[in-house]
């Protein structure tokens, strides 16, 4: 088993390397024939025990220390892996490769509504009413506690569906042998005796005994925290090391940092070294901004509703009022004044906008990610799919003197990454399949495909070069080295003049171009760095990957929508502001990676704002750019798709990919676009702008009147002889408020406030709340003057007319706070946010005159009140667009917080690559080891 070849070739490497726009990544293409040759070299005599079931006892310390072609034996895999019926077979039994679940909890989303401090001390006070005889009380204020955490349930309950069925949306794949075919596979779907073929960027999809390695290195910090990436063979080693020291094997969830590989998985799900750890997590995710804002807004509420809530309860002590109906009042006091159904608005926005999402061809990892792609004002992307075309053809051969373009081509071939199946290549990268796909690489297949291959050198981002050792095309042993022009280039003995005119030209015309040298070699083992010198030119091939159609428009569209887009490129200068300046970019300036490299971080952060294009740049360098356009205290968003993505994806404040990128971009990623296009991402932009905005109505509408109620309240109860509005009124006041404004996220936004960026202002909510607050007050209280003065009412009267009045004006108050135009006129909600506002006030109209009013404490009210309310109604809403409009002109914004990267992409983001959103995934193996 130890000769075993593989049969295809990743494609991730591919897409890593088109991105870095440097030339294709060389992998050791074996075709099915080949890998049949070598299974049965290695084992003529096909042994009987390659048909018996996988040895369940077989871990991966004992893996380890075994031979590779002992392991393979164990597991009853051959020489073409496992076919479909053994696999389908071993997933009964074994189960899923599964290590977490997003399955609904209807218990855990039950407990986040209940966990609320005030409202158990709520239904504690409740319950001590009904014990000492108040029971109609407590009985109706019990009732609308499980109204209100009933509809927080329903609108929760239906956002973690949504959040499930976006999960199943998100897959990820492995590519196998199965039944002598290479072929991709869901990575759930894997089970022990698979043959997995490992490339540059791959997340190890299970724990493997490796049966082949080329330069194989992987990024175990996942497991060991230790950055430094561990180089991988095929020799065992003794069974008593740590998992950290097992060379031989290729653990799940970590990441193939370099070279690339084969190797027999051997365990699964729960029963490999990573899924033992991921299944024991217990903690939650860490916060996004957007929760970080929630969270702040939310203590703001917290010292407003305990200075309130004491001093009621101080004054009411005071006056010689019953304990528990001042503990009764002050508690109701305090829960009126936070927003409870807050987190159900907030999630019924963000399932809804998961929804609208979703069909605009954009998935979210997390719900709440959608506010954080709303708030960038910076955006990094690659070149190739999103201002490109991306379907890359093969153009033509620029052979120097001396050589024919078929030269050029066959030893391009020769050196491809691509595996064949019948006529069709499989698994290569894009600049590989262009060329074996075009006529011309047709006419050389044949000959190409006959060399034999000796050794090879992977593709990485520092040479941007790919070595390979052939035999076949001449009489000699050949070292091919193909990749960035510029770096085969200075690696050759002689250049002619002519081929540095076309690569001038060329570069020009914003082709892609990839170099390809050869020179003599003497050895048959794989090469190292330092025999890529001395290399003789044979010529240029040349690719096209035209401008999108439609991204000039994207870009003006991100523009206008205040978003500054920048290209980080692997491709040289010259091309990108070719392609930039096609697109109608104003004057676009780059920035290489080797300019980068002499400058500080002073300097590169003072160039940001005037660099369009960063060309040539390393890993590394993306990742430096983006933590320092971050300094600049704007939101960054990045967009990429390779492993050469990873690092920035993980600095930036939104990651962006798409479902065909690597492995370990998708995971380092937030938000997945199911189409490499920037209209697609300007569409999640405006979504999630829009979320944002409705949220934030909501808040300023809550606290302000809200604030003002309360406020009131607490000023009657000072001077009354008598509660101003009873403990369950102020709860069913608050329920029926709350309850119109779950329809805020069907609201229209304005286009203007879709324009910018906005971002979480706790001062900004403290002065509208501080500001709009008395004003409901004034009305308030003028209410009590009509009450006691007017209609000389009595304790019940005086309650119903405040409860109308107070629902009245809080509710109708939306359609002014809602927008920043003039209402209606300029500005109009949608039908059910109208709807649901104006039916709520109505309700509560007729409520006291309902058979339901002398049970809620209510008392019918006269004719002419409602005259007056009207009156005083569009008084208050006159007054509150005066307000608005000043508040609006003449606040100064607090300058915006530093905000801080909040690093969430631990075990448990690595997890969700192997998860499910059915817990009987899981189980299955569980239970039967």
């Not at 029971?135 to 506690?145: E, F, L, M, T």
């Not at 069913?732 to 971002?759: F, M």
């Amino acid at each position: 088993m130890g000769s075993i070849r593989s049969p295809a070739r990743s494609g991730h490497r591919a897409r890593a390397l088109r991105d870095q726009r440097l030339g294709p990544a060389r992998v050791r293409r074996s075709t099915l024939k080949i890998v049949r040759m070598d299974m049965r070299a290695a084992d003529p005599a096909r042994d009987p025990a390659l048909d018996t079931p996988a040895d369940p006892g077989l871990d991966m310390a004992l893996a380890a220390s075994l031979s590779a072609d002992e392991v393979a034996r164990r597991l009853g895999v051959g020489p073409d892996g496992l076919t479909t019926q053994q696999a389908s077979a071993r997933r009964e039994r074994f189960g899923s490769n599964v290590v977490a679940s997003h399955h609904v909890g209807i218990l855990a989303v039950l407990t986040r509504q209940v966990r609320s401090p005030l409202l158990a001390l709520l239904v504690a006070a409740a319950t001590a009413s009904y014990f000492v005889g108040e029971r109609s009380d407590a009985v109706i204020i019990g009732v609308i506690v499980v109204l209100s955490v009933g509809l927080g349930f329903a609108n929760e309950f239906r956002a973690e569906r949504a959040a499930e069925a976006l999960h199943s949306q998100i897959r990820k794949t492995a590519l196998v042998t199965r039944g002598g075919v290479p072929i991709r596979v869901d990575v759930r779907e894997l089970v022990p005796g698979d043959i997995v073929h490992l490339q540059l960027g791959d997340i190890v999809p299970a724990d493997l005994r490796l049966l082949t390695t080329t330069g194989l290195e992987c990024d175990e910090s996942v497991l060991t925290g230790e950055s430094v990436p561990v180089a991988k063979s095929v020799a065992p080693v003794s069974a008593a090391v740590s998992f950290a020291e097992l060379t031989s094997c290729a653990l799940m969830g970590t990441v193939v940092h370099g070279g690339s590989g084969s190797g027999v998985i051997v365990g699964t799900g729960t029963r490999s070294e990573f899924g033992a750890i991921a299944a024991g997590l217990t903690g939650r995710p860490l916060d996004t901004e957007f929760q970080v804002g929630l969270r702040r807004f939310s203590t703001l509420l917290v010292y407003i509703a305990g200075a309130l809530t004491g001093s009621i309860f101080v004054v009411n002590i005071a006056l010689h009022r019953p304990i528990i109906d001042a503990l009764l009042f002050s508690l109701a006091i305090a829960v009126g004044i936070t927003p409870q159904l807050l987190p159900a608005v907030v999630s019924t926005s963000l399932a809804a906008g998961s929804r609208r999402m979703r069909q605009r061809k954009v998935l979210v990892k997390r719900l709440v990610c959608i506010e954080d792609l709303g708030d960038i004002d910076v955006l990094f992307t690659d070149k190739t799919g999103t201002l490109t075309d991306g379907h890359i053809r093969f153009m033509r051969a620029l052979p120097v003197p001396g050589r024919t373009g078929a030269d050029v081509v066959r030893y391009g071939l020769a050196a491809s990454d691509v595996a064949v199946a019948g006529e069709t290549a499989v698994g290569g990268n894009a600049l590989d399949d262009a060329l074996w796909e075009s006529p011309l690489g047709a006419a050389q297949r044949t000959q190409a495909s006959a060399v034999t291959r000796l050794g090879e050198l992977p593709f990485d981002h520092e040479r941007r070069m790919t070595s390979t050792v052939i035999q076949g095309l001449s009489k000699t042993t050949e070292l091919v080295t193909k990749g960035a022009p510029e770096a085969v280039l200075q690696r050759c003995r002689d250049i002619p003049p002519i081929a540095q005119r076309a690569l001038a030209a060329e570069d020009a015309a914003g082709n892609r171009v990839i170099a390809v040298a050869v020179r003599s070699f003497d050895g048959t083992g794989a090469p190292a760095p330092a025999d890529e010198r001395d290399l003789e030119l044979i010529g240029l091939l040349v690719f096209l990957d035209p401008p999108k159609p439609s991204a000039a428009a994207a870009l003006t569209r991100l523009g206008d929508l205040g978003i500054a887009v920048k290209i980080v490129t692997g491709d040289n200068a010259t091309v990108a502001l070719t392609v930039c300046r096609e697109l109608g970019m104003a004057s676009p300036t780059a920035l290489t990676g080797v300019e980068i490299d002499r400058m500080t971080d002073a300097d590169l952060t003072e160039s940001l704002s005037r660099t369009t294009v960063f060309a040539r740049v390393s890993p590394e360098q993306k990742a430096r750019i983006v933590r320092l356009q971050r300094t600049t205290r704007q939101d960054v968003a990045f967009l990429g798709d390779g492993v050469n993505d990873a690092l920035a994806l993980h600095g930036a404040d939104v990651g962006i990919s798409v479902d065909t990128a690597t492995d370990v971009a998708k995971d380092a990623a937030d938000v997945i676009l199911l189409e490499k296009d920037l209209n697609v991402l300007a569409d999640g932009v405006v979504e999630g702008r829009r979320i944002f905005a409705n949220t934030i109505k909501y808040v300023l509408m809550g606290t302000s009147s809200n604030f003002g109620n309360m406020f009131s309240a607490a000023g009657a109860s000072a001077f009354l002889t008598f509660l101003p509005m009873l403990p369950s009124q102020i709860l069913l006041n608050n329920l029926l408020y709350d309850t119109s404004q779950l329809a805020i996220p069907t609201d229209e936004v304005d286009a203007d406030q879709l324009r910018r960026p906005s971002h979480w202002d706790i001062s900004l909510i403290r002065r509208f709340m501080l500001l709009f607050g008395p004003i409901s007050s004034i009305f308030d209280f003028a209410t009590f003057g009509v009450m006691l003065w007017m209609l000389h009412a009595g304790p019940a009267e005086f309650r119903s007319g405040w409860f109308v009045e107070s629902l009245a004006t809080q509710t109708l108050v939306i359609f002014a706070i809602r927008t920043r135009r003039v209402p209606f006129y300029r500005s109009r909600p949608s039908l059910p946010l109208a709807l649901a506002a104006i039916g709520v006030v109505v309700v509560g109209a007729v409520l006291p005159a309902s058979p339901l009013g002398p049970l809620l404490g209510f008392a019918v009210l006269p004719f002419r009140f409602f005259a007056v309310l009207t009156l005083m109604v569009a008084v208050y809403l006159v007054l509150i667009e005066i307000g608005k409009s000043w508040f609006y002109r003449w606040q100064s914004a607090a300058a915006r917080p530093p905000r801080r990267r909040i690093d969430r992409r631990h075990l448990r983001r690595r997890a969700a690559a192997f998860s499910s959103a059915f817990r009987g995934a899981i189980s299955k193996g569980i239970q039967q080891h």
